[in-house]
C-alpha cells in the first residue's frame, strides 16, 4: 500500500504560525483547489490549465532522509508558485498545479508501480524522484515505456542505458566523487585508501565504483575493497580486513542508518583515519548521531552547500527550515529545482502535452529561482552537465568547514 500526500483546505486561523510537515502539505494543496474552484482568489482568470506533477520517494525505510527532504522541496516550491496565483507560460496562458506524493519505502518494484500509476492521469506532465537509486534507476526504461518525463532529485549511481524521457538535475558520482578525491589526496597526502561499501544500494555501490576507477588517474593505492548489504548490523570481517590493510582514510559508501553503525564499529575497532563518502550523507545531523560522532574530521561533497548559502538561497533555507522539522539539505534543493524544471518546459511549450515537454528536455538550459544551472543533452545522458560540487571536511553534529 503507499501512501500518498493527502491535503485540505488550510485555515486562515493558522496562516501566522510556523508549519508543521503535515499542515504543510494541507497547504499546499488547498491553494490547488482554491485556483480550480475559485480563481478570483489568486487573481487568476478563469480556465487555468490544472498541470498535474507526481512525485515518488521513500519517505519511510533507509532512504527516508534523502527523500523527505526532496519531496519537502518540491512542496516548497509548490508554495512559491501557489502563492503568485500559479503560473502562465509565454502567450499568458495560466495554469495551476496539482502535486501528489507516494511512497515508494525503498522498493524498486514499488517505484515502478507508482510510476505507472501516476502516468495513468492524463493530466500528469511529469514525474519527480526518486531520489533513491534503487528506485529511479528501474524507472528509466519504464519512462520511455510508458512516454512519461522523470525529474531525478538526488540519484546518482551510473545509469548503463539511458532514454530521452529521463533526467537528473542533480550532481552523481561521475562527476563530483574525483573532485572529492583529488582534493583529499592532496589534502591529507593520502596514499593508501580503503572502501567499505553497501551492495544492495544502486547509488552507492556506484560510487564505490567511481573510488575504484579513479586509483590509477589519481595516484592513491586501494587496499581494501569490502561490502556488505543493507540491514547487516556486524561488520567485522569487512573492518578486520581494512584494519590489516593500514589504510590512511576509508571511503564509506553506505546510507545513514548504516554507515552509522558503520563508522561506529570501525572507530571501536581503533581506525582512527578520516571517513570519505559522498552526496554529503556525513554533514547530516543523523549521521553524526548514530556515529556517535565517528564522522568527525571527514570528507564529503555538496551539490548545495547549504550552511555558508547567500541571498535568495539563504532565505530560502530558512523558510524551509521554519516550514519543515528536519533541516534542508541538498537534496532540498534539487528537490525544488525538479519542479521547476517542469514549470520552465511548460513555459517555454505553453503545453501540458507529455511529447513536447519531452523535446524540450533534451535541450533544456535554464536556470532555477535559487541559481541552479540546469542543462541537459539527451543523447547522449539525462545528467545534469553544470551542477556544482563544493568539498567540505566535517566539524561537528551538522557542521563543517569548506576546503575546496
Known amino acids: 500500500m503507499s501512501r500518498r500526500t493527502k491535503t485540505e483546505r488550510p ?27 475559485a480563481p478570483v482568489i489568486i487573481g487568476r482568470a478563469r480556465g487555468a490549465t490544472v498541470v498535474r506533477i507526481g512525485s515518488i520517494q521513500s519517505v519511510t525505510g533507509p532512504s527516508a532522509a534523502p527523500g523527505t527532504r526532496a519531496r519537502d522541496g518540491a512542496l516548497l516550491a509548490l508554495k512559491e508558485i501557489k502563492a503568485a496565483g500559479g503560473f502562465t507560460d509565454a502567450k499568458g496562458n495560466p495554469y495551476t498545479i496539482e502535486f501528489e506524493n507516494e511512497d515508494m519505502g525503498n522498493d524498486p518494484k514499488q517505484a515502478i508501480t507508482l510510476f505507472r500509476q501516476h502516468s495513468v492521469d492524463p493530466r500528469t506532465v511529469a514525474v519527480l524522484g526518486p531520489t533513491t537509486s534503487v528506485g529511479f534507476l528501474p524507472c528509466i526504461p519504464v519512462a ?20 530521452t524521457w529521463a533526467y537528473r538535475v542533480n550532481p552523481v558520482a561521475q562527476t ?14 593520502l596514499k593508501r585508501l580503503a572502501v567499505i561499501y553497501e551492495s544492495t544500494q544502486d547509488g552507492q555501490k556506484g560510487d564505490a565504483e567511481v573510488v575504484r576507477d579513479q586509483q590509477p588517474k589519481l595516484g592513491y593505492d586501494l587496499v581494501a575493497f569490502e561490502a556488505f548489504r543493507t540491514g547487516d548490523q ?6 578486520a580486513n581494512v584494519k590489516n590493510a593500514r589504510p590512511e582514510a576509508i571511503y564509506v559508501a553506505a546510507q545513514h542508518g548504516e554507515g552509522g553503525k558503520l563508522v561506529t564499529q570501525i572507530r571501536s575497532a581503533g581506525i582512527g583515519v578520516p571517513i570519505l563518502n559522498g552526496y554529503g550523507s556525513i554533514t547530516y545531523g543523523v549521521y553524526w548521531d548514530t556515529s556517535s560522532g565517528g564522522v568527525k574530521g571527514g570528507y564529503t561533497w555538496l551539490g548545495v552547500d547549504v550552511a555558508s548559502a547567500k541571498g535568495k538561497l539563504k532565505d530560502w533555507i530558512a523558510e524551509y527550515n521554519r516550514t519543515f522539522p528536519v533541516e534542508a539539505t541538498s537534496e532540498s534543493v534539487y528537490g525544488y529545482d525538479s519542479l521547476w524544471t517542469v514549470v520552465e518546459c511548460i513555459k517555454r511549450t505553453g503545453s501540458t502535452d507529455r ?24 543523447p547522449p545522458h539525462g545528467d545534469n552537465l553544470t551542477p556544482s560540487a563544493t568539498i567540505v571536511r566535517v566539524t561537528g553534529r551538522a557542521a563543517y568547514q569548506v576546503v575546496g
Do not use: C, M, Y
Not at 13 to 20: G, I
Not at 366 to 378: A, C, K, Q
Open 11 to 37: 485555515r486562515t486561523t493558522r496562516a501566522s504560525r510556523p508549519l508543521t510537515r503535515r499542515a504543510f502539505v494541507r497547504l499546499a494543496a488547498a491553494g490547488t483547489v482554491a485556483a480550480v474552484a
Open 144 to 163: 520511455a515505456q510508458i512516454k512519461t518525463p522523470l525529474l531525478g532529485n538526488g540519484s546518482g549511481a551510473p545509469v548503463r542505458n539511458w532514454n
Open 176 to 189: 563530483a566523487t574525483p573532485i572529492l578525491l583529488k582534493k583529499v589526496v592532496e589534502v591529507e597526502k
Open 234 to 239: 556486524d561488520f567485522s570481517p569487512q573492518i
Open 355 to 378: 511529447e513536447k515537454i519531452h523535446e524540450i528536455l533534451q535541450t533544456l538550459e535554464f536556470t532555477s529561482p535559487l541559481g541552479t544551472r540546469v542543462t541537459f543533452r539527451n
